[in-house]
Each structure stands twice: as C-alpha cells, then as structure tokens.
C-alpha cells in the first residue's frame, strides 16, 4: 500500500490536515456506494483525502469489509433481476 501521507497524484507531503467531509448539494445525502452488478447500494461515508498542493482527492472508505455484499442485502429495486454471485464480487 502506498504511503498515506503522500499524495496519489504527485507524491507530496502536503496532505491537509484534519477532518474533511464531502456532501452532495442537496443537504444531507450521503454519498453512495453502488454495487450496480447487484442492485445494491450501500450506506457508506467516503473519507476524502486532498493534496495541498495539487488539489488531487483521494477517497477511501474506512471499513471496506462493509461493501462485501452478503445474504442480507437485497436489491433497492425489488424487480431487479438477480444474477448469480461471482467470484469477483467478493
Ligand atoms: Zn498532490
């Protein structure tokens, strides 16, 4: 894994400090993650990381386990049709 005080992009040291969140316009909407293949989305906050210097942002999520789909999770859409799990999925 690379270095997560370095930025992505460019290398540099100059990852800002502190807490930064993203939100969408419209007030408190999470951003979503989306496992399109599956027709499941997932309530996960995205921790953006920006470089100082050259503005690249970064996103991670802090409990990537949480984005496996499991038996518990169904379709948003109930006529989704279902395609058999993958190995890739996981
Ligand atoms: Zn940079």
Redesign the pocket.
């Given at each position: 894994m690379s270095d997560p005080n370095l930025?992505?992009?460019?290398?540099?040291p100059?990852i800002l400090k502190g807490d930064i969140g993203l939100r969408t316009s419209r007030d408190l909407e999470l951003i979503m993650v989306v496992r399109k293949d599956h027709g499941i989305e997932k309530k996960i906050p995205l921790q953006p990381r920006v470089?100082?210097?050259?503005?690249?942002v970064d996103l991670f999520v802090e409990n990537p386990q949480t984005l496996k789909i499991t038996s518990e999770d169904k379709p948003v859409d109930p006529d989704y049709k279902n395609r058999p799990l993958l190995e890739h999925d996981f």
């Open positions: 930025c992505g992009r460019c290398g540099d100059a470089c100082g210097k050259c503005g690249f």
